[in-house]
């Protein structure tokens, strides 16, 4: 799964540690998340939907074998 999330933080000027305890999670989950090495749950998913403004699919999106 392939994500914007960099692209929607850098829209809103936050830094991973921003974006982390706006969201409650580590700095390391943000970083894993950008790096796409974790896929979130559902619950972080709306999260970050609702924090960005936009729906999910405008957030992430289904890579080919997913």
Same mark, same amino acid.
């Given at each position: 799964? /392939?994500?914007?999330? *960099?692209?929607?933080?850098?829209?809103?000027?936050?830094?991973?540690?921003?974006?982390? !305890? *706006?969201? =409650?999670? $580590?700095?390391?989950?943000?970083?894993?998340? %950008?790096? =796409? /090495?974790?896929?979130? $749950?559902?619950? #972080?998913? #709306? /999260? #970050? $939907?609702?924090?960005?403004? *936009?729906?999910?699919? %405008?957030?992430?999106?289904? !890579? !080919? =074998?997913?």
């Amino acid at each position: 799964m /392939k994500n914007n999330i *960099k692209v929607q933080r850098a829209i809103f000027n936050f830094t991973q540690q921003d974006l982390a !305890e *706006k969201i =409650g999670v $580590s700095r390391q989950t943000i970083n894993a998340l %950008e790096a =796409g /090495k974790y896929v979130p $749950s559902t619950v #972080l998913a #709306l /999260k #970050l $939907s609702r924090l960005f403004g *936009k729906n999910v699919n %405008e957030i992430f999106d289904l !890579e !080919e =074998g997913d």
